[in-house]
T-cell receptor, first 118, second 116 residues
């Protein structure tokens, strides 16, 4: 149980285009989802927190117009990187959390999406 | 702000060796502390956690004790296996018991490779 999937697992796009990454909680309802970015040999950096049906809360320094987050349902959140540039190339990881039942407040992580912008 | 510092890696050990991975933290208040493990091709998984000082988290032979006086949460295992090869992340949450408004702050992670 508590499986979170991400799609795609890797994507290559051209500079200037937009790319959408999906994060799904497969066997539970995620009231909150988190998006992280990980650079090589660096820790996971929280980009934003989204609650179902609400606007995402972005961390300081993260451009909300560039990294669009939508949490339209209790099992799906999407991150859209708009007008991608090579410096946006990174490993993007989502996590999901349910406040209900035995799962408590634990975050469950997806396997990540490798984005390469050429 | 909150921060987590992990020892530099990577770490390579022979099977059945003793493992220690150091982790220290800086935080205001009373954070909860976590170790996550990431196996190749998989997402991060919670390995163990501790929510207050002197608590010991344990799982799969791994242990870590919440030391408030030294602000540390070192991960240990008495005898590692090849299957323990993974990336290990130390993390803290900014509210006790990882409550509804908490966020996780991660260390850089360390890669452990265990040789047969």
């Amino acid at each position: 149980g508590a499986v979170v999937s991400q799609h795609p697992s890797w994507v290559i796009c051209k500079s200037g285009t937009s790319v959408k990454i999906e994060c799904r909680s497969l066997d539970f309802q995620a009231t909150t989802m988190f998006w992280y970015r990980q650079f090589p040999k660096q820790s996971l950096m929280l980009m934003a927190t989204s609650n179902e049906g609400s606007k995402a809360t972005y961390e300081q320094g993260v451009e909300k117009d560039k990294f669009l987050i939508n949490h339209a349902s209790l099992t799906l959140s999407t991150l859209t990187v708009t007008s991608a540039h090579p410096e946006d190339s990174s490993f993007y990881i989502c996590s999901a959390r349910s406040l209900a039942g035995a799962r408590g407040y634990e975050q469950y992580f997806g396997p990540g999406t490798r984005l390469t912008v050429t | 702000g909150d921060s987590v510092t992990q020892m530099e890696g990577p770490v390579t050990l022979s099977e059945e060796a003793f493992l220690t991975i150091n982790c220290t933290y800086t935080a205001t208040g009373y954070p909860s502390l976590f170790w996550y493990v990431q196996y190749p091709g998989e997402g991060l998984q919670l390995l163990l956690k501790a929510t207050k000082a002197d608590d010991k988290g344990s799982n799969k032979g791994f242990e870590a004790t919440y030391r408030k006086e030294t602000t540390s949460f070192h991960l240990e295992k008495g005898s590692v296996q090849v299957s323990d090869s993974a990336v290990y992340f130390c993390a803290l949450s900014d509210q006790i018991a990882a409550g509804a408004n908490s966020k996780l702050t991660f260390g850089k992670g360390i890669t452990l490779s265990v040789r047969p």
